[in-house]
């Protein structure tokens, strides 16, 4: 199977005889800012769904729902959340909204009434609260920055570097598989799998785990876990602690910096980055890398991701608001059927190379600037499929390839 690592297929720009672009818009992408719709703020921190399919959304400025239709925000001035700055939400087996701030603690919200937990009034162990999962038996188990907490709404069991063996109280990621064992994520104390009440700590020292940091944690169909990391790529446990990874030394991902990752139900990886955009692992190993050069993707810096019941991905980014791309079967295999030309890196810096796969020896390559001027000569090739750039301005710029009668043309995005 053939891996990708770019495909422009999103925005396709025709050349056309007076030298002009024509932009052929997908409704694959769907991009929701607070220009065009009620999100309260473009920097989307956590998304999840309720069991009517209803979007959640947590902002720097307060908390959205989103029913395809309607918006609804909740703020410090309008309900009775203290604070704007939303950072974990999930949906308990009673359909009712978990919240986690910076530093008011934790809500309940059932559609009508809200209560707070925080240190003023409960044993929850700090009020910045980064991740919340619901188990089996509707307990929520809570990664805070002082350690990991699991409340049954009665009672709190606390962990953290004074309480146990756990070697860092920044708890960034939980998950539970169906065997109810847990597997616990932090920044800096490597990975924590809990069976009932033991507790087994996995680090880059004593199991050669990839890295002591992971920031997301998700369960496959087969039970296994796979670790998001925040610099050494996506791994997971093959068992035994033997690792498996993908980073960009040995696979088609862009970058090593991960930030957020999900499974969808056809078993498609779903994975943010840092500054490299959205990355898919399809279901049967290819690659594809949505960025702000070759696709509708409104931002590369990736904040939270969710899948809702229709298998639609919500994506939420820095600065870029939330992002719907309705991903299917269909719509991956089609992507795929075609061999496109591959371009990289894009974004690209003025003066330096990019690479060009899947072309021929023959091969032609034009820039265009974004008014459809052409600018001087083919690129010079230099060697391994890679052209030189000419020193220009930041911007916007098309790349046409001609390759034995074949053209293509892919937007092109310059900058430091």
């Known amino acids: 199977m053939t891996n990708f690592l770019l495909k422009t297929v999103y925005i396709l720009p025709f050349l056309l005889g007076n030298g002009s672009f024509f932009f052929a818009q997908s409704s694959t992408w769907t991009t929701f800012n607070d220009l065009n719709s009620g999100l309260p703020n473009n920097a989307v921190h956590c998304i999840a769904h309720d069991q009517q399919n209803k979007i959640w959304i947590g902002t720097d400025n307060g908390l959205a729902s989103f029913d395809g239709e309607n918006w609804v925000v909740f703020n410090s001035s309008n309900s009775p959340l203290q604070e704007n700055y939303i950072r974990a939400l999930a949906i308990d087996t009673s359909n009712a909204l978990w919240v986690g701030t910076t530093m008011h603690g934790l809500y309940r919200f059932d559609g009508q009434s809200w209560v707070n937990l925080s240190t003023m009034n409960s044993n929850i162990p700090d009020n910045f609260i980064r991740t919340i999962t619901i188990d089996s038996l509707n307990r929520k188990w809570i990664g805070t920055a002082d350690g990991l907490a699991l409340y049954?709404?009665?009672?709190?069991?606390?962990?953290?570097?004074?309480?146990?063996?756990?070697l860092s109280n920044n708890i960034t990621s939980i998950a539970i598989d169906d065997q109810n064992k847990k597997y616990i994520g932090s920044i800096n104390g490597g990975l924590v799998y809990m069976t009932n009440s033991l507790l087994e700590i996995y680090t880059i020292l004593n199991a050669n785990v990839p890295d002591n940091s992971v920031i997301s944690?998700?369960?496959?169909?087969?039970?296994?876990?796979?670790?998001?990391?925040?610099?050494?790529?996506?791994?997971?446990?093959?068992?035994?602690?033997t690792w498996l990874s993908f980073n960009t030394s040995n696979s088609q991902i862009q970058t090593n910096s991960l930030t957020c990752f999900r499974i969808d139900a056809l078993q498609n990886f779903i994975i943010g980055t840092l500054q490299n955009g959205l990355v898919i692992r399809t279901n049967n190993s290819d690659w594809?890398?949505?960025?702000?050069?070759?696709?509708?993707?409104?931002?590369?810096?990736?904040?939270?991701i969710d899948v809702d019941d229709e298998n639609n991905v919500w994506i939420g980014t820095q600065t870029g608001g939330l992002v719907k791309l309705k991903m299917n079967q269909a719509w991956i295999d089609e992507l795929l059927q075609d061999n496109y030309v591959q371009i990289y890196p894009n974004p690209a810096q003025s003066n330096t190379s990019i690479c060009i796969k899947n072309v021929s020896s023959e091969v032609m390559v034009y820039l265009y600037q974004s008014n459809g001027k052409r600018l001087n000569t083919p690129l010079k090739h230099l060697d391994n499929d890679c052209y030189l750039l000419p020193e220009i301005v930041d911007g916007i710029y098309f790349l046409h390839v001609v390759d034995n009668g074949n053209h293509q043309i892919s937007k092109l995005v310059i900058h430091q």
């Open 217 to 241: 944690i998700q369960i496959d169909e087969t039970d296994k876990p796979w670790f998001a990391s925040t610099a050494q790529g996506l791994f997971t446990d093959t068992g035994n602690q």
């Open 152 to 166: 049954d709404d009665l009672t709190w069991t606390i962990w953290n570097t004074q309480s146990s063996n756990i």
């Open 288 to 304: 594809l890398n949505f960025t702000l050069g070759n696709s509708e993707i409104s931002d590369n810096h990736i904040f939270s």
